[in-house]
């Protein structure tokens, strides 16, 4: 056998082996056992049904690693007609995060400094989902990005919550010039703020799933 049939043969059993090696890993990566039960469990359904939203935080900023992460979730979210409607904007300044947690809490009414409760509850960062009106599905889109951001949250070990008024804060005068200052054209609107951060204190568990959820039908 010649050297040149040698290498042809030692290269096809190493593509043969690091191939094998791919496809448990990606196997693996997918599916995870219980080690109480052996059950095999997949990974992907079990971060959806354990995500919960979290209104409590660690003091330390999201790591760029886990936002990005997140952030990239967010943009593979499905669009109708794949028009990709949605923008995210990361805010990280704790004073431009009170200015806008400000705005939201006003919309209940006049904000009172000395008792103020903040509804971004202190999270070190904010991703404010907007969407662009001219694409007519761009509230269900918004929202796919706004449900991937939650889950790829929770898949990296950060704590979040859909926090509700984008619409309301992003329609004040003040909320206006932000988006001006950011670069956003009017024809948009806030969908929803998704706080970030590292939870702090007890795991919240989840209210049962109401007894008619699911309705199959012939
Ligand atoms: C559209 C929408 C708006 C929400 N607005 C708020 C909000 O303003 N403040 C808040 O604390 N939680 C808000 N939440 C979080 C819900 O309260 C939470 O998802 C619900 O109680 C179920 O809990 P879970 O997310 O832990 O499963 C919102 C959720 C959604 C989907």
Request: charge should be positive; hydrophobic fraction near 40%.
């Amino acid at each position: 056998m010649n050297k040149n049939k040698i290498a042809i043969i030692v290269l096809a059993a190493l593509l043969l082996i690091t191939g094998g090696f791919l496809y448990k890993t990606l196997d693996e990566m997918k599916n995870i056992k219980n080690q109480t039960t052996g059950e095999m469990k997949n990974v992907v359904l079990e971060n959806l049904k354990t995500r919960r939203s979290i209104r409590s935080f660690k003091k330390m900023q999201v790591s760029d690693e886990d936002l990005n992460a997140v952030l990239e979730a967010g943009t593979y979210a499905p669009s109708g007609m794949n028009k990709q409607p949605s923008l995210m904007v990361v805010v990280q300044n704790p004073d431009t995060i009170n200015k806008i947690a400000k705005l939201n809490a006003s919309v209940f009414g006049p904000v009172d400094d000395s008792n103020f409760k903040n509804p971004f509850y202190g999270a070190p960062t904010l991703v404010i989902v907007f969407a662009d009106t001219t694409s007519h599905t761009y509230l269900e889109d918004g929202s796919l990005v706004m449900g991937n951001l939650l889950n790829a949250a929770h898949a990296v070990g950060l704590g979040s919550c859909w926090i509700h008024r984008a619409r309301e804060v992003f329609q004040m005068p003040e909320g206006k010039a932000l988006m001006k200052q950011w670069g956003i054209p009017e024809n948009y609107v806030g969908i929803g703020n998704c706080i970030l951060g590292y939870p702090e204190g007890e795991y919240p568990v989840a209210r049962p799933r109401k007894a008619d959820y699911i309705r199959k039908v012939d």
